[in-house]
């Protein structure tokens, strides 16, 4: 699918809508997904390009924006400030971390409510739209906004 982004207007960040990402995979799971974390400058190949899960994009419309400002994030060398297991963070030092001692319920997983304060509100969170105003740090911006393709 995303080698189809080949011969696109420069510039341009390729990103398709499925009707699903994963066959049998709650839409509120995987709403979208980016290739590769930066995408490449280039079009036309497997790691070129955005997808969106249709089925989610009707069952949440409103957050579906931050999702793929999210995903934009990823396309321009962002990643999560925190994984899901709170195992692993971003590199950058001024993004809040969640750990995995902030996984006060012990399901494997830090939450929304459990990274409130402590990095949910970024953008770039795993767990996407914890805040209706979501927040991005000055080195994830510093970052963004020297990728090849913001330029």
Same mark, same amino acid.
């Given at each position: 699918l995303l080698e189809r982004s080949a011969g696109l207007a420069g510039g341009a960040v390729p990103v398709f809508v499925v009707e699903d990402l994963l066959s049998g995979v709650p839409a509120e799971s995987l709403a979208a997904l980016t290739a590769m974390v930066p995408l490449p400058p280039l079009d036309?190949?497997?790691?070129? @390009?955005?997808? %969106?899960?249709?089925?989610?994009?009707?069952?949440?419309?409103?957050?579906? @924006?931050?999702? %793929?400002?999210h995903e934009i994030g990823h396309a321009l060398g962002l990643f999560h400030t925190s994984e899901r297991t709170g195992l692993q963070h971003d590199p950058l030092g001024d993004t809040a971390e969640c750990d995995a001692d902030d996984d006060t319920n012990d399901d494997g997983a830090v939450s929304v409510s459990e990274c409130r304060g402590r990095g949910a509100e970024n953008l770039m969170f795993w767990?996407?739209?914890?805040?209706t105003d979501p927040v991005i740090s000055a080195d994830q911006r510093f970052v963004a906004l020297r990728s090849a393709l913001a330029r």
């Open positions: 036309g190949t497997p790691r070129s @390009g955005i997808v %969106l899960s249709a089925s989610a994009l009707r069952r949440f419309p409103v957050e579906m @924006g931050q999702i %793929l400002a767990a996407c739209c914890a805040s």
